[in-house]
């Protein structure tokens, strides 16, 4: 049975733009991941940062789909490996160093709401660098969709006194944090927004 004339035409177009609806995905989930990044650094969306703050997994399905875009989108075995052959060996380049930056990425081993105050929270993140141990300590103020996350403190225990050993509400608008070395940091808190007058480093 012959095949209608007018299909081939039709089917290539839907082709390009099934393709073309692949690599829209894939540019909007960088974008996504990329705006996470950003957030995470100073008070930025919870809610974008706990979603899309997962560079590992969203790197993968954003080259499972560059991956599918060029099979649906190009009939040439010749295009396919051309434009696939490059893609696959950067990421194969790529991917020992990505396993070694976030093969570990942090996760969240406090969350304590403040003295009174049930519109705001203590986290820590505690995570690794290879052997040595990090925690990042943040306040999030807020609530639902518009809660935001402030970065307060990021520890390396490269050396054990820079390990963190405590963290703490010192009040509704205070933080104590203390090193194993003994240091200790206050930290406050705009009354209003939660915004940390501060940040601590150590390490």
């Not at 790197?59 to 499972?64: D, E, F, Q």
Request: hydrophobic share 50%; net charge positive; charged share 20%.
């Amino acid at each position: 049975m012959r095949m209608p004339p007018g299909r081939p035409r039709w089917w290539r177009r839907r082709r390009r733009a099934i393709a073309a609806g692949l690599l829209t995905l894939a540019m909007l989930l960088i974008a996504l991941a990329y705006a996470a990044t950003q957030a995470a650094r100073d008070g930025g969306s919870v809610v974008l940062i706990e979603v899309f703050h997962h560079p590992l997994s969203y790197g993968a399905a954003v080259l499972v789909l560059i991956v599918l875009a060029v099979l649906i989108g190009f009939r040439s075995r010749g295009t396919r490996a051309l434009l696939l052959v490059p893609i696959l060996g950067c990421a194969l380049l790529v991917s020992p160093f990505a396993l070694l930056v976030f093969g570990s990425m942090p996760h969240k081993t406090v969350d304590r709401p403040a003295p009174g105050r049930s519109d705001r929270s203590l986290v820590v993140h505690e995570g690794t660098a290879v052997i040595d141990p990090l925690w990042w300590v943040s306040v999030d103020a807020g609530s639902g969709l518009t809660a935001r996350r402030w970065p307060i403190g990021y520890f390396n225990g490269d050396a054990p006194d820079n390990a963190l050993a405590s963290v703490q509400w010192d009040g509704p608008d205070r933080i104590k944090l203390a090193t194993e070395g003994g240091e200790v940091f206050v930290v406050a808190l705009d009354p209003e927004s939660g915004r940390p007058e501060r940040q601590v480093r150590v390490g």
